[in-house]
């Protein structure tokens, strides 16, 4: 039972892809649509979690076939060098799995998977940046309403106390 791995071209054509372009052109959002864009943000999380969570398996098969490709290919080389009496080194078996065309290929699959796997680390930062930024907004329209509520209400008081010393020192202006 042998494990395969995607290429980066099934990958680039998969639904998950679009979904993860579709979540990219969300992720900005105007003053206008905070409320809404707060609101979408725990799904758009979710998306990247789910996105991050796939990437991590494909890393993991990508590494484990790249590891099982390379023993067998160490068990093979040393088997030749025993049937053959052949002294070979550390170095040299090290040597040998490099050039090999086959585990090339696997490490170029462990390679485009760490990619993509770091590549979904960043998207669910981008998500929580985008938490953060709401929230931020959040908190300033809160302040901008105390402030605004406490000026109505010092603006209330002056009022009354402008009306009270008129009516007290009935020579004074309103203006002063």
Do not use: W
């Amino acid at each position: 039972m042998k494990r395969t791995i995607k290429s980066t071209e099934t990958m680039a054509g998969s639904q998950t892809d679009a979904d993860i372009k579709n979540l990219l052109q969300r992720i900005d959002f105007s003053p206008e649509d905070v409320i809404q864009a707060t609101a979408e943000n725990t799904r758009m999380f979710r998306q990247a979690v789910d996105y991050r969570m796939e990437q991590v398996k494909y890393r993991n098969v990508a590494k484990m076939q790249l590891e099982e490709a390379e023993a067998a290919a160490e068990l093979l080389l040393r088997a030749d060098a025993r049937d053959t009496r052949e002294k070979i080194t550390e170095n040299h078996i090290k040597a040998h799995l490099l050039v090999n065309p086959e585990l090339h290929d696997r490490r170029e699959a462990r390679n485009r998977a760490d990619e993509h796997e770091e590549y979904s680390k960043l998207l669910i930062d981008m998500v929580k940046m985008r938490r953060d930024c709401l929230q931020i907004i959040q908190g300033l329209a809160m302040t901008e309403g105390s402030l605004r509520r406490a000026a109505e209400a010092a603006g209330a008081e002056l009022s009354k106390m402008r009306s009270k010393i008129q009516a007290r020192y009935p020579g004074a202006t309103s203006g002063r």
